[in-house]
């Protein structure tokens, strides 16, 4: 039997035509996200016999988080990786994961993400037009500026912040002091170049492959969120799979999750590496109390939903 027909074969027993389905990422080609959608798509073409195809987009090609967000609700993107940050306009049960110095460690988010909690906040994106696949990591966020070391919350004011296009990052920089600026992604560079923006605030990866280092010198450990990635698929594209590929689905994606992690732990000490060595000043020291506290407005105000509240204390009291 030639591989044509037996391809053919397996596409009729499944129920399933073969396809190619596109996945948008907005960091560039080598970053730890593209290369675990790769991998994803790689489990995907071996188990479905070569009926199905991921396409990766990186470095912005369909567009700023945001815009590929829309499209994929509208289902002219089938897969997207992007930061529960963005998606929480959205879905806003994902916001509870960006929320500021919720998570103790990275070690606890990971706990919180491979486990219950995290199996039902994917579960709640299908009422807003996406599937929840998996998690990736996305690190500690902290804050970095081209005018001064941030030591305490006086040192933030009066400075022009960049943040996520999202109201609870944009409430978050306020309530610290600074002035946010809500920027996508891939203006951040030029915003820091031009003086549009003093300062934003990411993880150690981005602040060195988008080159932000180069223009921000200032680097304080708030580690304030540790909001990860999300891996989204459209409701049109996951409808349009059987129920056996749709289990082929998520566990090449599970699985790119954990190939990610060990690509992602890597990249992130050398890029701090990289900081350090061009001469980035870095504020270890800094007295996160005040920081923490400063928060207490945008805690009350999330609370007021019972829902909310009660998935807050449920990751608070994971161990």
């Given at each position: 039997?030639?591989?044509?027909?037996?391809l053919?074969?397996?596409?009729?027993?499944?129920?399933a035509?073969?396809?190619?389905?596109?996945?948008?990422?907005?960091?560039?080609?080598?970053?730890?996200?593209?290369?675990?959608?790769?991998?994803m798509?790689s489990?995907?073409?071996e188990?479905?016999?070569?009926?199905?195809?991921?396409?990766?987009?990186?470095?912005?090609?369909?567009?700023?988080?945001?815009?590929t967000?829309?499209?994929?609700?509208?289902?002219?993107?089938d897969?997207?990786?992007?930061?529960?940050?963005?998606?929480g306009?959205?879905?806003?049960?994902?916001?509870?994961?960006?929320?500021?110095?919720l998570?103790?460690?990275?070690e606890?988010?990971?706990?919180?993400l491979?486990g219950?909690?995290?199996?039902?906040?994917l579960?709640?994106?299908?009422?807003?037009?996406?599937?929840?696949?998996?998690?990736y990591?996305?690190?500690a966020?902290?804050?970095y500026?081209?005018?001064?070391?941030?030591?305490?919350l006086?040192d933030l004011k009066?400075?022009?912040?960049?943040?996520q296009?999202?109201?609870?990052?944009?409430?978050?920089?306020?309530a610290?002091?600074?002035?946010p600026v809500?920027l996508?992604?891939g203006?951040?560079?030029?915003?820091?170049?031009?003086?549009?923006?003093?300062g934003?605030?990411?993880?150690?990866?981005?602040?060195?492959?988008a080159?932000?280092?180069?223009f921000?010198?200032?680097?304080?450990?708030?580690?304030?969120?540790m909001?990860?990635?999300?891996?989204v698929?459209?409701?049109?594209?996951w409808?349009?799979?059987?129920?056996?590929?749709?289990?082929?689905?998520r566990?090449?994606?599970?699985?790119?999750?954990?190939?990610?992690?060990?690509?992602?732990?890597?990249?992130?000490?050398?890029?701090?590496?990289r900081?350090e060595?061009?001469g980035v000043?870095?504020?270890?020291?800094v007295?996160?109390?005040?920081?923490?506290?400063?928060?207490?407005?945008?805690y009350?105000?999330?609370?007021?939903d019972?829902?909310?509240?009660?998935?807050?204390e449920?990751?608070r009291?994971?161990e």
């Amino acid at each position: 039997m030639s591989l044509a027909v037996a391809l053919l074969l397996t596409a009729v027993a499944t129920g399933a035509a073969a396809r190619e389905f596109r996945a948008s990422d907005t960091q560039s080609e080598d970053y730890p996200t593209v290369q675990a959608l790769r991998y994803m798509g790689s489990l995907v073409e071996e188990q479905s016999g070569g009926r199905h195809h991921v396409r990766v987009f990186h470095s912005r090609q369909l567009g700023e988080e945001k815009e590929t967000l829309e499209q994929t609700r509208a289902g002219a993107i089938d897969i997207n990786r992007t930061n529960v940050a963005l998606i929480g306009a959205m879905v806003p049960v994902a916001n509870v994961l960006a929320m500021p110095f919720l998570f103790r460690s990275v070690e606890h988010l990971q706990k919180v993400l491979d486990g219950p909690i995290g199996n039902e906040i994917l579960n709640s994106f299908e009422p807003y037009g996406f599937v929840g696949l998996a998690f990736y990591d996305s690190g500690a966020r902290s804050i970095y500026n081209s005018v001064r070391p941030i030591h305490s919350l006086d040192d933030l004011k009066g400075l022009r912040i960049r943040v996520q296009q999202s109201k609870q990052m944009a409430d978050m920089i306020g309530a610290l002091g600074a002035e946010p600026v809500e920027l996508p992604y891939g203006q951040v560079k030029t915003g820091l170049a031009t003086g549009l923006i003093d300062g934003a605030e990411n993880n150690w990866p981005s602040f060195i492959t988008a080159d932000h280092y180069r223009f921000a010198g200032f680097y304080t450990l708030t580690e304030h969120a540790m909001s990860p990635e999300v891996l989204v698929m459209s409701q049109k594209a996951w409808a349009s799979l059987s129920v056996e590929d749709q289990a082929l689905f998520r566990e090449a994606a599970k699985r790119s999750s954990h190939f990610m992690r060990e690509r992602w732990k890597d990249l992130d000490e050398r890029s701090r590496q990289r900081a350090e060595a061009a001469g980035v000043k870095i504020v270890a020291d800094v007295d996160r109390g005040p920081f923490e506290a400063a928060m207490a407005g945008l805690y009350a105000k999330a609370q007021r939903d019972g829902a909310i509240a009660s998935l807050i204390e449920r990751i608070r009291k994971v161990e």
